[in-house]
T-cell receptor, first 113, second 114 residues
């Protein structure tokens, strides 16, 4: 069975500081992994995705994530937070049944001036 | 190219009323999904349709029905709304091959049941 755990429902950083949002997954097959961002009162937008190959994945808005199979992790990072990064972030894994995604419970990122 | 569209954006219902949420996509995707989003619970799958003419239950199907009208449209019906169905509902469609079959989301419908 597949599942996703996001550690920390709320993360607060100062503008210019490193952003680190944690995601651990379980999957019985090589996973396809995703990070989505949701701005207030909007739908989810794809930030980045991991399929196969390079374990460091770059996405939009300066975000990147590293797939670590040994740790079953796919943490999202950004070197320098911007006020516009304030949003909720969801990690997701595609299931064995390719028709299903499994989402984490989300992490709300607050960026302080 | 509008992507995934949903109507209505907002709705208030009284307990026991019925309504249908509409979703359409213009990306020629085979698979479509309905999720609900509640605080602290992420997105939970209600129903999905892998292709035109097929539908399957997800994690939380009770109290809902769906119709895959054609390849573009996938509707969600609440036959007798309950306060527990107060939520934000998202429709999504999923790209086909090649992998990773990413999902594209609509803007959501915010439903309140009083």
């Amino acid at each position: 069975a597949q599942s996703v755990t996001q550690l920390g429902s709320h993360v607060s950083v100062s503008e210019g500081a490193l952003v680190l949002l944690r995601c651990n997954y379980s999957s019985s097959v090589p996973p396809y992994l995703f990070w989505y961002v949701q701005y207030p009162n909007q739908g989810l937008q794809l930030l980045l995705k991991y399929t196969t190959g390079a374990t460091l994945v770059k996405g939009i808005n300066g975000f990147e994530a590293e797939f670590k199979k040994s740790e079953t992790s796919f943490h999202l990072t950004k070197p320098s937070a911007h006020m516009s990064d304030a949003a909720e972030y969801f990690c997701a894994v595609r299931g064995n049944n390719f028709n299903k995604f499994y989402f984490g419970s989300g992490t709300k990122l607050n960026v302080k001036p | 190219n509008a992507g995934v569209t949903q109507t209505p954006k907002f709705q208030v219902l009284k307990t026991g009323q019925s309504m249908t949420l509409q979703c359409a996509q213009d990306m020629n995707h085979n698979s479509m999904y309905w999720y609900r989003q509640d605080p602290g619970m992420g997105l939970r799958l209600i129903y999905y349709s892998a292709s035109e003419g097929t539908t399957d239950k997800g994690e939380v199907p009770n109290g809902y029905n769906v119709s895959r009208l054609n390849k573009r449209e996938f509707s969600l019906r609440l036959e007798s709304a309950a306060p527990s169905q107060t939520s934000v509902y998202f429709c999504a469609s999923q790209s086909g091959a090649p992998p990773p079959y990413e999902q594209y989301f609509g803007p959501g419908t915010r439903l309140t049941v009083t």
